[in-house]
């Protein structure tokens, strides 16, 4: 059974920096991709960022690009998503997905297998 489970979360002011976590149980075939998407009222789920375990490659939503930063920790089962200089629009909940095999650069919530419950993630202006 695949586990994943999301924190870091909270209330920032506009240009603040969180850190959240996303650590993984369970067996997982290796390679795979790990995606962190958000979701804010009204709005659909949308892809932030992706990496893939294999070789650390990803890529983000243009909104975060220089922004952010995804990143894994092998010793730990953690991928983490940095955010930093954040927005107000950058509010909303935040998910991390895992998907078997290589990262779709679409980064379309149907394409992952795997969901964690969600951490909030508020910026004040």
């Known amino acids: 059974q695949v586990q994943l489970v999301e924190s870091g979360g909270g209330s920032v002011q506009a240009g603040g920096s969180l850190r959240l976590s996303c650590a993984y149980y369970?067996?997982?075939?290796?390679?795979?991709?790990m995606g962190w998407f958000r979701q804010a009222p009204g709005k659909d789920r949308e892809g932030v960022a992706y990496?893939?375990?294999?070789?650390?490659?990803?890529d983000y939503t243009d909104s975060v690009k220089g922004r952010f930063l995804i990143y894994q920790d092998y010793t730990k089962n953690v991928v983490y998503l940095q955010m930093n200089s954040l927005k107000p629009a950058d509010a909303a909940a935040y998910y991390c997905?895992?998907?078997?095999?290589?990262?779709?650069?679409?980064?379309?919530?149907?394409?992952?297998?795997?969901w964690g419950q969600g951490t909030q993630v508020t910026v004040s202006s």
């Open positions: 990496v893939y375990t294999g070789d650390g490659s990803g």
């Open positions: 997905a895992l998907k078997y095999g290589s990262c779709p650069s679409s980064m379309l919530k149907y394409e992952y297998n795997y």
């Open positions: 369970g067996y997982i075939a290796s390679p795979f991709c």
